[in-house]
Every structure is written in structure tokens, then in C-alpha cells.
């Protein structure tokens, strides 16, 4: 399963890349502080949290819920590339951040990373009375402007996330948009990795999770607009682009955009946040999370 991960006969599982790990920071004089809190003990899933500087005044801030790509199977919050991206949203959109750590496949199958993200979302959710156990949610954290966001593979879970809660309902939480960063979705053909991590999908477009259009309780899903990011070589684009139209054509009854980058491949903008191109998309997409 090249370039994710190899497994041997005797069912060992070596990932090609090896795991990295940025530390959290508490530094009040720091631009962006961050701390990771363990959200179930059974399950060991948790969260990555990012606040800015503190404020004076306070002031309620967005709240940007945000999961990681990886093919399901690989990265995590506390990856470098991860910690800096969240990090330089909160800082440039002025906003805190939520970014879930789920279990990975091929260990734990597919549906797992579904629902440990939907378990992350509804653990914060659970912060709009301001009476949940994270006192930073609790005290910064504005739930009438929520985002949902995610790249690659975190851009097929948050799209999941939003249709669940906006079946669902949260009272006193409001999700007005969702960003996907040159997401995964399905197309015609097998995807053979997806069908092996998630033996019980087709691997196709016909999944509703591969492609939501086609899921009847996409006109529920939560949030009054949705942006796409996609790149014109990245293999992913055109399958991206299918359901950007499909979801156009929908009864889902919000707005819809995308941006493409010219010349560049899949999530380029990860491992070079300082590039012109990358600069333009954390430009477009902190614009868009200052829109509420």
C-alpha cells in the first residue's frame, strides 16, 4: 500500500512514513497556544486544541473544527505539518481550533476515523452551554460561528461530519461553514485502497460517503456555505470537482465555491506554507472563515 504503509505475512503493519511529533506549548507570550486533551480513555482518540494570544478585553472567537488528512491511515494533530497549518489559522484568522487526532487505519477500519471525528465534534459541541470539561472551549469559544474543515482524507470525514450534525442538530451550536482542501471523494473506478481500509464500500461513487451527493441527507447537511480548494495536478481534483458540481445541483440549499492552483499537486501547500501559492490559499480561506 505504497507510499501509507506495507504489511507483512505474519499481518505486521509498518508505515513508510514514520511518525513525527511537534509539541504543544502553553506560553502566554506566544502567538498561538496549544495543549492536546484525551476526549474518550476507552477509545484513546483526542484533540489538539489552538488559541491565540491571550486577549484584552476576552472575546469569543470562532471556532474551527479541523481534521487531518493521510489516506485514513497515516498523520495525526501533532504532526508537524499539521501543528503548523492549525497553528497559522488560528493566528491569521484570529480564531480557536479544534483539531481531532482519530484512530488510523488499516488497525482500525473504516468507519472508525467517521466516527471518532463525529465523537471529537460532539465532545465539543458539548462546550455551547459553556459548561464542558475544556475550560478553553468553554471561555474563547463562539459556537454560533462554527467551521468544519479538513484536507485530503479530513476533507471526506468533516464533509461527514457536517452532514451528521446538521441531521442532528446541536442546540446553541451553529455551523456556517465547511473547507475542504483537496479532499478525497469517490469516482467511477474502485478505489483500492479505500476498499481495503473499508471492506464493507464499494469503493466507488455509489458510497454516500465517497460521494455525498448521492446520500439522501445531503440536503440536511449543516453549514450556509462550503468552499473547495483543488489543485490542477492533483490526482484527486477531478473526483473533487464532481462533487462540487453535485452538490450544486443538490437540494443541499447553501453556497458553494471553489478555488484551483494552477500547476501544483495534491496538499503541495502542507510541507511550504510561505510559497506564493500556498500563501493564496491560507489568504482565501482565512477570508472565508472571517465571513460569518
Known sequence: MSPFFRIFKDSTIHRIPPPQFHPTSDDPTAAVRSKDVVIDRETGV????????????????????????????????????????????????NVIAVSVD?????????PI????????FQWTAAHANGKGPEPWLNDHADFRRVFIGGDSAGGNIANDVAVRAGVQGFPGVEIVGIFLMHPFFGGKDEDKLYKFICPTSSGRDDDPRLF??????????????????????????????????????????????????????HCFYLFDLSTEKAVAIMDRLVAFLKSS
Not at 113 to 120: H, I, L, P, T
Open 102 to 110: 482519530y484512530r488510523l487505519a488499516p488497525e482500525s477500519p473504516l
Open 46 to 93: 483526542s484533540v489538539r486544541i489552538f488559541a491565540p494570544r491571550h486577549q484584552d478585553p476576552p472575546r469569543k472567537l470562532p471556532l474551527v473544527v479541523y481534521i487531518h488528512g493521510g489516506a485514513f491511515c497515516v498523520g495525526s494533530a501533532s504532526n508537524p505539518v499539521y501543528h503548523n497549518l492549525l497553528a497559522s489559522i488560528v493566528e491569521k484568522a
Open 212 to 265: 455525498p451527493a448521492v446520500d439522501p441527507r445531503i440536503r440536511q447537511m449543516a453549514g450556509r456555505r462550503v468552499i473547495f480548494f483543488v489543485a490542477e495536478k492533483d490526482f484527486l481534483k477531478d473526483r473533487a470537482k464532481a462533487y462540487y458540481e453535485g452538490l450544486k445541483k443538490s437540494e443541499w440549499p447553501g453556497e458553494v465555491e471553489i478555488m484551483e492552483t494552477e500547476g501544483e499537486g
Open 113 to 120: 476515523a467517521f466516527d471518532d471525528s463525529w465523537a471529537a
